[in-house]
């Protein structure tokens, strides 16, 4: 069955550092990957796609790769900030078909 | 622009009710979705709606139906709810990208 993993349900890093997040799948081939934000008690907020063709996208602090290799995606925020916390969930999808599968997504909490 | 709305923010309900949630699309888009988001999990895809039909379903019972209306906004209808449908709602709407709305959390007792 397919299956969309998110590193770990949390992950704690100190103000300044690089936070890296993994999305790994398994039976399945996504033609595209898209990364959110959520923030408790709001909806998810879009962040960056990237093509199955595409190795990398940046955007800002972010930095988004996919490797259809491994079946992995990382998302990247540089230099991250206390008000980068929140729940960050990968989302894959393929075209002509609107069901889009989500990750359970994991929580990041920059301390100062 | 008011971005994807929802309405009522929270509702409570008891087992074996029925309950209908709401969403106005942005400005400009015609296609919503509708998602499931249980506590500590991803949206799971109920589903989309577009030109007043539903276009695509997920793995979700007949018990949830939607209609769209020709304004583009859209319900989203449980029956014969369960205590397992207490949930966060999302309502999506899409162009080029998907923009969630904030969200309709039922609660089921």
């Known amino acids: 069955s397919q299956k969309i993993e998110q590193n770990s349900e949390a992950l704690n890093i100190q103000e300044g550092k690089t936070a890296t997040l993994t999305c790994n799948y398994t039976?399945?081939?996504?033609?595209?990957l898209q990364w959110y934000r959520q923030d408790p008690g709001r909806g998810p907020v879009f962040l960056l796609l990237i093509r199955e063709n595409e190795k990398e996208k940046r955007k800002e602090r972010l930095k988004v790769t996919f490797d259809t290799t491994l079946k992995q995606s990382l998302f990247h925020i540089t230099a991250s900030q206390p008000a980068d916390s929140a729940t960050y969930l990968c989302a894959l999808g393929v075209y002509n078909n609107n069901d889009m599968r989500f990750g359970a997504g994991t929580r990041l909490t920059v301390k100062p | 622009d008011a971005g994807v709305t929802q309405s009522p923010t929270h509702l409570i309900k008891t087992r074996g009710q029925q309950v209908t949630l709401r969403c106005s699309p942005k400005s400009g888009h015609d296609t919503v979705s509708w998602y499931q988001q249980a506590l500590g999990q991803g949206p799971q895809f109920i589903f989309q709606y577009y030109e007043e039909e539903e276009r695509q379903r997920g793995n979700f019972p007949d018990r949830f139906s939607g209609h769209q209306f020709p304004n583009y906004s859209s319900e989203l209808n449980v029956n014969a709810l369960l205590l397992g449908d207490s949930a966060l709602y999302l309502c999506?709407?899409?162009?080029?990208?998907?923009?969630f709305g904030p969200g309709t959390r039922l609660t089921v007792l």
């Open positions: 999506a709407s899409s162009g080029d990208t998907q923009y």
């Open positions: 039976n399945y081939s996504p033609a595209y």
